[in-house]
DNA sequence: TGGTGTTCGTGTATAAAATACACTAAGTTT
DNA sequence: AAACTTAGTGTATTTTATACACGAACACCA
């Protein structure tokens, strides 16, 4: 292992989204100092300060898989965070005094994101995370830092971003019906859709494509299964 | 006049465009090393470090200002470059050593853009600018550092932007000909439009309004000309 | 002053996409 | 076998996109 030097300046701070049970979740860390006494109750995104000698993308993986665990994800650049007083919580300051060299330190933030089908990833915190945990974007509580603005950022971004690509890919599992795919798309839309328009639509672009396959094991008409057919992928 | 501590490590960048004889128009600088006998032909986005107590905006706006004499500018974010490697060529590491405390310091860089009609301002070069100039999109040489590369992303960015705000409010003069804003469309989007759709479409936003007067002195029928309504804007 | 050159300004037909809307089908459970 | 629940489908209407050609208005020049 290489030894790297710190840049006390610049940190990169991660909002990865799941969708589960039809709600768009974010992963989130418990931070936790070291063996200090500190006692901090805030949840924060997955971030940290980058090193000199990396680009801020392989900062940003190197970051998330440290303090999550998830490793192989693509990263997308959001926005840079950097107003002076972004660190002026008592809790924030005080943490940071626990943990970095240089606390006082003004840093800048680059905020990523990226989607994740949580079950292909085993959450495993280490470093300063006390543990990472799936929590649903309306119940995101008061973060640490700016970070509840950051997410907001990320999930503006989505929202631009699926009309640009259809998301589901990364999101769903292998095998879905279309009504998991509505759903996705009124979570990160915030809004609802008629079915059948939706699929009108959906079906349209010949990227999604029908299994000779059923749902099985529930209490009603069984949904027929499609996939994601990556080759067949245009830009809208 | 008060002392500012500067961040060696981030930097602010900005491509500010504007539209000219159907040409779009970016503002650059040609950098000069104070008294130094550095030869550099290099010509730069206007840039520099920020300060320690300023917001990432307001560096933006100083720094322009201070490098061309552009003030009160509206400057949004595009993107932030952070390689290692984006401070390599020869040339731009003697300018470096000339010019700053920390000529080997790694440094991101936040850039920002925005679109100014030019006959609004007066361009003042200070500072390190030996002077700026407009400089026709189509014919930018090679820039200093990433800059080319920054200046590609602005360029996406405002394609982006087009599709989500009529622009022209920022570019055109007060009143303009249909043609005339056509041609600003077709700069940007580098693409070419039938003259009956494209009115028909730009008129349906009730965004664009037209006045009872028209071109003059053109060897052909004068056009009406139009200008735009801010307050009947909605969000496409 | 009449002709030439140049850009302006307009309408229609067709295709594609968006929207609104309600009932039967196929399973499971009781 | 009846009740329950979600799946799956079609049509009519409006809106938007696209393709396309010619007379009108002015300045200039001979």
């Not at 970095?100 to 085993?122: G, H, Q």
């Not at 292998?174 to 009504?179: E, G, I, P, Q, V």
């Given at each position: 292992?290489?030894?790297?030097?710190?840049?006390?300046?610049?940190s990169?701070?991660?909002a990865?989204f799941?969708?589960?049970?039809?709600?768009?979740?974010?992963?989130l860390?418990?931070?936790?100092?070291g063996n200090?006494?500190?006692?901090d109750d805030?949840?924060?995104l997955?971030?940290?300060?980058?090193?000199?000698?990396?680009t801020?993308?392989?900062?940003?993986?190197?970051?998330?898989?440290?303090?999550?665990?998830?490793?192989?994800i693509f990263?997308e650049?959001?926005?840079t965070?950097?107003?002076p007083?972004?660190?002026?919580?008592?809790?924030?300051?005080?943490w940071?005094?626990?943990?970095?060299a240089s606390?006082?330190?003004?840093v800048?933030?680059?905020?990523?994101t990226?989607?994740v089908?949580?079950?292909?990833?085993?959450?495993?915190?280490s470093?300063?995370?006390?543990?990472?945990?799936w929590?649903?974007?309306?119940?995101?509580?008061h973060?640490?830092?700016?970070?509840?603005e950051?997410?907001?950022?990320?999930?503006?971004?989505?929202?631009?971003?699926?009309?640009l690509?259809?998301l589901?890919?990364?999101?769903l599992?292998?095998?879905?019906?279309?009504a998991?795919?509505?759903k996705?798309?009124?979570?990160?839309?915030e809004?609802s859709?008629?079915?059948?328009?939706?699929?009108?639509?959906?079906?349209?672009?010949?990227?999604?494509?029908?299994?000779?396959?059923?749902q099985?094991?529930?209490?009603?008409?069984p949904?027929g299964?499609y996939?994601?057919?990556?080759?067949?992928?245009?830009?809208?």
């Amino acid at each position: 292992m290489t030894l790297h030097q710190i840049n006390p300046n610049v940190s990169v701070d991660c909002a990865i989204f799941s969708f589960d049970q039809g709600a768009l979740e974010v992963l989130l860390i418990e931070r936790h100092a070291g063996n200090s006494e500190i006692k901090d109750d805030l949840m924060a995104l997955p971030g940290n300060l980058i090193y000199e000698d990396e680009t801020l993308d392989e900062a940003a993986n190197r970051v998330l898989s440290e303090l999550t665990g998830l490793t192989n994800i693509f990263l997308e650049q959001v926005y840079t965070f950097g107003n002076p007083n972004r660190i002026s919580k008592q809790k924030d300051l005080d943490w940071l005094r626990a943990i970095r060299a240089s606390p006082e330190a003004r840093v800048i933030t680059v905020a990523y994101t990226s989607l994740v089908k949580k079950e292909n990833f085993k959450i495993q915190p280490s470093s300063f995370a006390k543990k990472a945990v799936w929590v649903k974007v309306k119940d995101v509580p008061h973060l640490a830092f700016d970070h509840n603005e950051i997410l907001d950022k990320a999930l503006d971004y989505l929202k631009h971003k699926i009309y640009l690509e259809p998301l589901g890919y990364e999101l769903l599992p292998d095998k879905f019906t279309l009504a998991q795919l509505q759903k996705l798309y009124e979570a990160i839309l915030e809004d609802s859709f008629d079915k059948r328009n939706f699929r009108r639509k959906i079906l349209r672009t010949e990227f999604i494509v029908k299994l000779d396959e059923k749902q099985q094991g529930v209490a009603h008409k069984p949904a027929g299964l499609y996939r994601f057919d990556k080759s067949r992928f245009h830009k809208i």
